[in-house]
């Protein structure tokens, strides 16, 4: 693992992950443009108190990376919070890498897949500071995992939200999740370059795996694409899944992304709304919007956090 400390231009300390899995250079692509790009870390503040805020920069797999695989001994992104004391590799990993994101105010883990575009972000814990960080990434969809794994990143440190950024490979993936965290710093205050935008961004919960057989796979409907109801979204020579309800809808859907799955299904439950605009909550699509402040509230924003929303509960 390598940790790079760069300088904030506000008062939060945020992460930024890349390289969870060996086989998506597109992070450690990210994170080391990013590296060369900010500012050095300035311990200090004027007053000599050495709180100023602070940008940690992390490639996390580099076994995994070197030889180009997703993982060693363990997949890194199914094994937090992790033991110091395995002998997994990745096991022993996440226990240090978790430890390295201790008391952070906002992390965003990149990730590519071979499913489908558009990239959309990964949440499992709804605080503030992930509200802050979902509604001001350049994606349209979230997806609630709360109900999924409890050993990724995003659902065992607080504050963490994952992206899918594109394709696996992809120089497109490369230049989105650049942007991407750009985008993630501005919100947080870490850059002040330009003023955040803000936007409702609508949350899709993840429901259940859809498990892969064997054969020659096929899968029918991209990412989030709303799958009629008695329609096939995916088969091979052992399943054939036809969703039998309506509203549901595919989740890194792909056809040779994983050994065991498609995708998952998902079910689109509502949005979550920019800061300042309503309760920190997921409103239903169908729900009066009653939220005060809302008119003019999804623009520039001063990018800040204040006291009482960094660190906040779970």
Known sequence: MQTIDRG??????VAIVGGIHGDEPAGERIVRRLADELDPLDETTEDGSGSAGLVRLIIANEPAIAAETRYTDADLNRSFPGDADSDEYERALAARLAAELEGFDAVLALHTSHSAPPPFAIFSDLTESVRRTVTGLPVDHVVDASGLRSTTLDSTVPHTVSIEVGRQGSEEAVEFG????????RVHGAIADEEPTFS???VVEGREEVPKGGGEP?????????IPEGAVFAEDDVYTHRVEEPGVVPILASERGYDDIFGMYGRVTGIVKPPGVGENRVYPIDEED????????TGGDDGSEDDGKRGGAN
């Open 218 to 226: 096929h899968v029918h409907f991209a990412n989030f694409e709303p």
């Open 200 to 202: 409702e961004t609508t």
């Open 8 to 13: 904030s231009a506000g008062s939060a300390r």
């Open 178 to 185: 650049y942007e991407a965290c750009r985008a993630f710093l």
């Open 290 to 297: 009653d939220a005060e402040g809302e008119e003019g509230s």
